[in-house]
């Protein structure tokens, strides 16, 4: 069996994106600034794709600058809003611990040129309270970055509250929506977001390529200097095969939101409900308020790394939480900011379901991991240490 369970880091493109961008470069290769009709034909392709998204996230076309994806989304929405609060004297920022890169090395790249940066606390279920960020901002507040949906625990922030609270407050409010752009309702207006970040990957789309949604009246600053396209605010011609592609997968996620959401959460719940069986094992992130397809745990005692590449060896396609960076297993910093011990954020295991996930794989994966987990706790000496009573069980 080969089972695909790590949506969360790609997913695979769907039939209808394949079919946009292949129309495109064969018919639409002409560059949408130019004057004659090949050119002209493809800005009208971009255009009709503009209007499209922006039409399914209740926004203007204008309010869409399409880029290379959701790291260049973040980027760029984070420079923009702290230039555009430098100019007003305002150098604080919040945000949370456990974003993603693209957000977090932003910000630490902001903090060093004399932003100050607070994060908010990530509770042990994975959220944000809503009166932790009233309480946090401060009158040289510029802007609160909290991503939609948290990529490796998929616990889904309560946005809409959060949102107006900066409203009320006059602050600008970024989300990266990468995870929960075509997996759940957006709506950038009743959500009160002023900046959003959107990634067509995640979205069964082609890879590099998404968008920024930037409220009309919020200006954006470019990374890219150049030609005039994106209105100034994105140089480059535009990858229009990508654009279209982009616009097909989400039409079409968007179409079967509903019944995929329907399809998956009892799936969700079926998979964490086996696994929960495994002794010394937790969920990570609130069991409700998550994801569709998201499934998070850690297993005391074990690798997370050793445990993927033994799946795999089974057929199962996963990930883990810890990232190799120059050699060294650092565990994620998502579990630390939700209260991980180091220890226990090493065993962790991310599966992640898509449209394709049957009933039955998702029996073969419960049966599997408990195998594996079992076997890999036979040699580890922090499992032994604490099955002879010589330390204490964590979870
Ligand atoms: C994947 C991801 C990104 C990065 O998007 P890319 O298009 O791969 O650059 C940013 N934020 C979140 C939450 C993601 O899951």
Redesign the pocket.
């Given at each position: 069996m080969r089972i695909y369970a790590d949506n969360?880091?790609?997913t695979p493109m769907c039939p209808a994106a394949l079919a946009a961008m292949l129309h495109c470069m064969e018919e639409r290769y002409g560059n949408p600034s130019s004057l004659h009709t090949p050119g002209q034909r493809a800005k009208e392709t971009l255009e009709t794709a503009r209007e499209e998204i922006a039409a399914l996230l209740h926004a203007a076309p204008r309010e869409l600058t399409f880029t290379?994806?959701?790291?260049?989304?973040?980027n760029q929405a984070l420079r923009s809003a702290a230039a555009l609060g430098r100019r007003q004297g305002k150098t604080h920022i919040i945000s949370t611990a456990f974003?993603?890169?693209?957000?977090l090395h932003t910000l630490d790249r902001l903090a060093r040129e004399g932003f100050s940066v607070t994060l908010l606390d990530v509770h042990t279920d994975g959220l944000v309270r809503p009166e932790e960020l009233e309480a946090a901002i401060r009158p040289d507040t510029c802007l609160v970055s909290v991503?939609?949906?948290?990529?490796e625990i998929g616990t889904v922030q309560p946005i809409r509250e959060l949102g107006a609270i900066c409203r009320a407050r006059g602050v600008l409010f970024h989300t990266?929506?990468?995870?929960a752009v075509g997996q759940l309702p957006i709506d950038v207006q009743a959500d009160h977001i002023d900046l959003l970040?959107a990634?067509?990957?995640?979205f069964h789309g082609p890879?590099?390529?998404?968008f920024l949604y930037a409220r009309r009246g919020v200006a954006l600053t470019p990374l890219i200097e150049g030609g005039a396209q994106e209105r100034g605010k994105r140089a480059g011609t535009e990858n229009v095969p990508a654009v279209a592609g982009m616009a097909a997968a989400l039409r079409e996620s968007a179409a079967q939101m509903e019944q995929n959401a329907a399809r998956l959460i009892p799936l969700r719940d079926r998979l964490i409900e086996g696994l929960q069986t495994i002794p010394h094992a937790a969920r990570n992130g609130d069991a409700l308020r998550r994801l569709p397809g998201n499934v998070s745990f850690c297993f005391e005692g074990i690798e997370g790394e050793a445990l993927l590449l033994l799946l795999d060896d089974r057929g199962i396609a996963a990930s883990s939480g810890s990232a190799c960076t120059s050699g060294a297993l650092d565990p994620s910093h998502v579990l630390l900011a939700i209260g991980r011990s180091h220890d226990v954020a090493h065993g962790s295991l991310r599966l992640s379901l898509g449209p394709e996930t049957t009933e039955a794989e998702i029996d073969y994966i419960i049966e599997n991991v408990r195998d594996v987990v079992e076997y890999l706790r036979g040699f580890s000496p922090v499992w032994r240490e604490r099955a002879e009573g010589k330390a204490p069980f964590v979870l």
């Open positions: 969360a880091a790609t290379s994806g959701g790291s260049e989304a973040d974003e993603h890169h693209a957000v991503m939609y949906a948290n990529n990266d929506a990468v995870q970040s990634s067509a990957h995640k890879k590099g390529v998404g």
